[in-house]
């Protein structure tokens, strides 16, 4: 059924740190290699070696630029976007073959393929973006939080978590349950204050953005500074004199 | 919104179809033998042709029965019940009508109140959407009824009724455009919140996460076509609306036909500025509307 579980027993999500991502798309691509072979269909591409390549993406990297409002420096934030199993989930309850549906015991959003009639009214109501249609199978994908990695006893334990959490070289996806205040998604909200994207939808979002940490302030001396007041001393020192002088 | 012909097809002509039925139902326009079989037939030939136009938008239309299953929590799956029980219900009306067999009232009545709530659950698959914030507002709903009841009542040559509620509708639809346009600023969505990163400062693009076209930016983020958007809301609301409450007004078959076509085309381009006009949110992840 559509309807939404009031409850789920964990909520298991990412938080992402915006202060740590360095835009390499080793996620992207790490999620695109997995669900190649993994849940469902694999996520196809079109005319992926001609004139205008396109496909299925699950996890998407953008690059903004934020200018404070007080002035000085602009930042760059690398901001990966994929599915937020939201609590509210909109996309799950507008499906109308219940191929969309949310998990009681960990608060997942998955689709069943097998049910999906790809009328795609799930993608118009995610204000996030999250699902795509898969042009070849005409099913509606999107991201599983990898389910069959995180409960897969045949990986090693320290492969049991989502491909772009287990990839990412700077360490700035993390994975966990936002149910259990001592987990260390938790913590780190607690402790950054993570936040919502978009909270005016009212999904009420599981995962959670980490912001990034106030930028040192600008130089406003020059670079060359320290180069400038060197005091020469010896025979330069005394070279320095002469020249001077004359 | 990506206006996809299919989607544009379905809800026109099953809006008219369903309309038009509703009339025929409640005994409006009382028609018999040949006739019966005429207006019923075009009736359940708009309806259903919509309906089936409708199917080819999906991935996976072998599987549409199961559109069926969900109709606590889904409009679309309520909109399938809705619109075969009118058309299982009406059928032995229409019959009745044509044979020449009568059926108790309340039957009909509920045929028709049945034919009416399949517009309306239509018109709540996109009023719902809180992610396409020019939809989301009651006068969707109104709009897509309004549509339903004059198109209904031209078909039903309802003469100077039809004339008022095609008044009515262009009336409608100017609002549903100055409403709409201020529907996105209303919703309070921003590359800031979308982000989260409002709190440092105003965001823009800065890199675009592929270089290529994907199913976002062909689906959600439509913008081809704007450029023309008010000439063909003069238009819409002029053929769709005016054109045809002039003609209702003068009455007869050629001019309610031509009354019709008129009001086709207005209806055609006022449902393609639906979809083309309807920004979604996820725009705002890529800095386009």
């Known amino acids: 059924m559509t309807c939404l579980p009031g409850h789920t027993e964990k909520k298991l999500g990412l938080a992402i740190d915006l202060d740590t991502c360095v835009g390499c798309h080793a996620c992207v691509t790490a999620c695109k290699g997995w669900n190649d072979q993994g849940y469902g269909v694999p996520l196809s591409d079109q005319d992926a070696y001609g004139a205008d390549p396109s496909g299925v993406f699950l996890n998407r990297v953008h690059g903004y630029q934020v200018q404070p409002d007080t002035g000085g420096a602009a930042q760059t934030i690398n901001f990966p976007r994929s599915c937020l ?16 549906y949310k998990r009681v015991e960990d608060g997942i959003v998955l689709v069943n393929e097998d049910a999906c009639i790809g009328c795609g009214l799930c993608a118009w109501a995610c204000p996030y973006g999250a699902r795509e249609m898969d042009a070849d199978a005409g099913v509606m994908k999107k991201c599983t939080l990898c389910v069959d990695r995180i409960y897969n006893e045949n990986l090693p334990e320290e492969d049991r978590e989502p491909a772009c959490v287990r990839t990412c070289p700077t360490g700035a996806r993390h994975f966990g349950d936002f149910n259990d205040p001592t987990s260390k998604v938790s913590k780190l909200t607690a402790a950054r204050g993570g936040f919502d994207l978009m909270p005016e939808m009212g999904t009420k979002p599981t995962n959670k953005y980490l912001p990034p ?23 330069a020192g005394w070279l320095d004199r002469i020249l001077g002088k004359i | ?8 097809l379905f809800t026109v002509l099953s809006g008219l179809g369903f309309g038009f039925m509703a009339y025929l139902s409640l005994g409006l326009l009382l028609v018999q033998g040949g006739w019966a079989f005429v207006a019923w037939g075009l009736a359940y030939a708009l309806a259903v042709g919509g309906l089936l136009a409708s199917t080819t938008h999906l991935g996976n239309p072998q599987r549409a029965l199961r559109a069926f299953t969900q109709w606590r929590s889904s409009w679309l799956s309520r909109e399938a019940w809705a619109a075969v029980a009118t058309l299982l219900l009406l059928a032995p009306v229409a019959l009745g009508d044509w044979v020449g067999f009568g059926l108790p009232y309340f039957w009909r009545l509920i045929g028709g109140a049945l034919a009416l709530a399949t517009v309306f659950c239509t018109s709540m698959i996109y009023t719902q959407i809180k992610a396409v914030p020019r939809w989301h507002h009651w006068l969707t709903p109104v709009l897509f009824m309004g549509f339903a009841l004059a198109g209904g009542a031209l078909l039903g040559l309802q003469g100077g009724f039809a004339t008022l509620l095609l008044v009515i509708l262009a009336g409608i639809l100017a609002a549903a455009f100055a409403v709409g346009d201020k529907q996105f600023a209303r919703a309070g969505a921003s590359m800031e919140s ?9 965001v823009s693009v800065f890199e675009q996460p592929h270089t290529g076209e994907n199913y976002l930016l062909r689906e959600m983020i439509f913008t081809v076509g704007r450029k023309h958007a008010a000439k063909l809301r003069v238009i819409a609301v002029i053929c769709a609306a005016l054109i045809p409450a002039a003609l209702a007004l003068m009455g007869g078959l050629t001019l309610t036909l031509l009354a019709l076509i008129v009001h086709l085309a207005g209806a055609f381009a006022a449902r393609w500025l639906f979809f083309a006009e309807a920004e979604h949110v996820v725009g705002l992840y890529y800095g386009k509307r």
């Open chain 2, 194 to 202: 979308a982000t989260g990163l409002g709190a440092i400062g105003s």
């Open chain 2, 1 to 8: 919104m990506h206006p996809a012909p299919s989607v544009i």
């Open chain 1, 213 to 235: 940490r106030p930028k040192d302030q600008r130089q406003e001396a020059s670079l060359l500074a320290p180069l400038l007041d060197i005091e020469a001393k010896g025979f």
């Open chain 1, 85 to 100: 199993h939201c609590e509210d989930a909109p996309c799950v309850t507008v499906c109308p073959t219940g191929a969309s």
